[in-house]
């Protein structure tokens, strides 16, 4: 009767943990995510994920430790983050090659953060920042972001009148490409 009994108890505590551990998960909303998360990626994905996850929390805490010592902090998680790499196979519908759709996507998510720059209590410091950044620039990559913000007006100016077809522009390399 005693090997019973013992088998009984076991199995009693057994119990009483998988309800702590229920209970735990039941009681913690982001944990209840994050396994809902884990569910509906693939199977095959899971373990690359979760150490993903394993790296981000060790590199947490060893900056915590370190932060004095070596001036880097890791202080809130990237909202823009991404766990799978973007991939486009062949040309799009358009008829764009894939690098043509990473510069869209790109060119978009750079104008949307543009608005940062305009906030009262960054806008002075971003202006000092790039004025000192442009000071120590070469002539050649001088020019060649004069070239570009010129472009980018000429883009955006072509954009808002409706039937004009936003062009090339001249060949990089040439006489006619050359910045003035």
């Known amino acids: 009767?005693?090997?019973?009994?013992?088998?009984?108890?076991?199995?009693?505590?057994?119990?009483?943990?998988?309800?702590?551990?229920?209970t735990a998960i039941a009681d913690n909303d982001d944990l209840r995510r994050l396994l809902a998360a884990l569910e509906r990626i693939p199977g095959s994905d899971r373990a690359t994920i979760v150490a993903i996850i394993e790296r981000e929390a060790d590199l947490r805490q060893l900056s915590e430790t370190t932060a004095r010592h070596t001036g880097v902090r890791l202080e809130r998680p990237n909202p823009h983050a991404r766990l799978y790499v973007r991939s486009v196979e062949g040309a799009d519908d358009s008829g764009q090659e894939?690098?043509?759709?990473?510069?869209v996507h790109a060119s978009i998510e750079a104008a949307k953060r543009t608005c940062l720059?305009?906030?009262?209590?960054?806008?002075?410091?971003?202006r000092a920042a790039l004025a000192e950044a442009f000071a120590n620039l070469d002539p050649d990559v001088r020019a060649d972001v004069a070239r570009l913000a010129r472009e980018m007006l000429d883009v955006l100016a072509a954009t808002e009148?409706?039937?004009?077809?936003v062009n090339d522009g001249p060949a990089v390399g040439t006489t006619q490409g050359t910045p003035t």
């Open 161 to 165: 009148s409706p039937g004009v077809e």
């Open 1 to 22: 009767m005693g090997a019973a009994t013992t088998t009984l108890e076991d199995l009693h505590q057994l119990l009483e943990v998988a309800q702590g551990v229920l």
């Open 98 to 103: 894939p690098e043509h759709a990473r510069m």
């Open 117 to 126: 720059l305009f906030r009262p209590d960054l806008h002075h410091k971003w």
